[in-house]
């Protein structure tokens, strides 16, 4: 029995460096290629060699490239501008739609929850063209309200809250409504700051997506000043050939923020996931 213990956990172990490896290997070609002149990115493919991954003649050309003579700062700014507003609102109209959904209730209740479930069932690619119609009727296209406002109804975001507050004694309420505790107090000094885990694992969610998205950027935004960072990486790609060592500078850039969120918030993440079990 021990010695078929050691076996699972040298083959687990196995395992996870192979995978460890297929993810890594990649995105340590990227980081050295991004401190190479441009003549240099592929000059050691072949064989591979610890100088593949190392940079001989490191430089910041790239960097200096991307924010000097393209810049590539507003490109970061309107990113980082538009997933933070779009988060806090996120967060703000679907914590309060499932407040209503679990703690009240009215007509069509049900069919309502099951049309938000619905709803992030549904591919974006199938509303991708009523959306643009809409958001071009109201004068949105080209500007931040066009990449910000048709993300602010996060059906997943009022999901993951409705299941936690069920979670939540019904005491707790009662309490606080014989205590004279108004609806909006309720919320803002109750029933929020026990949701601390959901609430960061909401946030992780949809800022994540929203710096990671291409498809609505890519079609809400016509000009070069409300360009996202993934919409902006075609730049890259020109009828004369492709500026890797950029190409590559902009990729490192654009995951830089994601892991700095998602590596000390991950306890949240995972705790939340692992609470919200179904409930009717």
């Excluded at 960072?229 to 004369?240: G, K, R, Y």
């Amino acid at each position: 029995m021990n010695k078929n213990y050691k076996v699972q956990t040298l083959l687990l172990l196995v395992c996870h460096v192979v995978l460890a490896a297929i993810i890594l290997l990649p995105l340590a070609f990227a980081l050295a290629s991004s401190f190479r002149r441009l003549e240099d990115v592929f000059k050691y493919m072949s064989p591979i060699s610890w100088k593949t991954f190392v940079p001989m003649e490191p430089t910041w050309q790239a960097y200096a490239n991307l924010f000097v003579e393209r810049g590539f700062g507003r490109v970061v700014f309107n990113t980082f501008f538009t997933s933070i507003v779009e988060m806090i609102g996120a967060l703000l109209i679907g914590s309060l739609a499932a407040f209503a959904f679990a703690f009240y209730n009215f007509r069509c209740k049900h069919a309502l929850f099951v049309l938000v479930l619905v709803a992030f069932m549904i591919p974006f690619e199938v509303t991708a063209i009523p959306l643009y119609r809409l958001v071009d009727a109201l004068g949105m296209i080209d500007s931040y309200s066009g990449i910000i406002v048709p993300g602010l109804a996060n059906a997943l975001v009022v999901f993951l809250y409705r299941q936690f507050f069920l979670d939540l004694p019904p005491a707790l309420f009662e309490a606080a409504r014989i205590d004279g505790a108004g609806t909006l107090r309720m919320y803002a000094q109750i029933i929020m700051p026990l949701c601390r885990p959901v609430t960061v694992s909401a946030a992780l969610m949809v800022f994540v997506h929203q710096w990671e998205s291409f498809m609505w950027p890519l079609i809400a935004v016509r000009s070069r000043q409300y360009a996202v960072i993934q919409v902006a990486l075609n730049d890259f790609t020109t009828e004369m050939g492709t500026y890797w060592n950029e190409l590559f500078a902009a990729v490192i850039i654009s995951m830089i923020v994601p892991i700095l969120l998602l590596v000390p918030l991950q306890r949240y993440f995972v705790k939340s996931v692992s609470s919200s079990g179904i409930k009717g």
